[in-house]
C-alpha cells in the first residue's frame, strides 16, 4: 500500500496501463491467477481483469495465463471466458496449467497430487461445453448427464488453448496430445 495505494487505486491504474498498451502496440494482455498472498493475488479471476479490459480496448488479444484449472469449476471457466470472448468479439486466448503454489490447494481444500489428473479432465469438459452441443461426462471428478452450456465462444470451434509447461513432463504431454 506504501507503494501502490489501496487494491482499488492499484487495479485501476493497472487498467489504464493495460489499454494504454493497446495504443504502444502491444499485441496481447495476459492476466496471471494468483490467490492469498500481495504478490498477484490481486488478480484471483483472470476473466473478470479480461472482461474489462475487453470493453477498454479494440484489437489486442485478451489471454489467461494461466487459469489454474483444477481451482475451478470447468462449466463455471467455459462461461466466463465464452463471455469474454464475445464481449471482446473474439479476442480471447484460454491459458491453462496446475499452477506451482502449493499453498492454493491447501487453502481451497483441492488435493495437488490430483491437480494433473483434474485439469485434464477439466480441459476435455470445457472443449465439450464450448462446441454448443449438449453432452454428456462421466469421469473421476465430474459427471454431466445432457448438459449444455451457453453462451458458446465467438471462436470456432473454440478459442485458441495455450498449457503452461515447466517442470512436469506430464504436461508437456497434454500440450502435444491436445495440439
Given at each position: ?67 489454474v484449472l ?13 463471455m469474454v ?95
Amino acid at each position: 500500500p506504501d507503494v501502490d495505494g489501496s487494491a482499488g487505486q492499484l487495479l485501476r491504474r493497472w487498467l489504464d496501463l493495460l489499454t494504454e498498451s493497446e495504443t504502444l502496440g502491444f499485441d496481447s494482455l495476459w492476466a496471471n491467477e494468483h490467490h492469498f498472498d500481495a504478490y498477484g493475488g490481486i488478480i484471483p479471476s483472470p476473466p473478470t481483469l479480461l472482461a474489462a479490459m475487453s470493453q477498454r480496448t479494440q484489437r489486442v488479444r485478451l489471454g489467461t495465463s494461466i487459469v489454474v484449472l483444477p481451482l475451478h469449476s470447468p462449466i463455471e471457466i467455459a462461461e466466463q471466458l465464452a463471455m469474454v470472448d464475445l464481449m471482446s468479439n473474439g479476442r480471447v486466448e484460454f491459458g491453462i496449467g496446475r499452477g506451482f503454489v502449493e499453498f492454493d490447494y491447501e487453502r481451497l481444500h483441492v488435493p495437488r497430487e490430483d491437480s494433473n489428473e483434474r485439469m485434464r479432465e477439466e480441459l476435455d469438459i470445457i472443449l465439450k461445453a464450448w462446441s454448443g452441443e449438449p453432452f454428456n461426462h462421466r469421469g473421476r471428478f465430474y459427471q454431466y448427464e445432457n448438459m449444455e452450456v451457453w453462451p458458446k465462444p465467438e471462436q470456432q470451434p473454440h478459442p485458441p488453448i495455450w498449457v503452461s509447461c515447466a517442470r512436469s513432463p506430464s504436461s508437456f504431454a497434454l500440450a502435444g496430445e491436445k495440439g
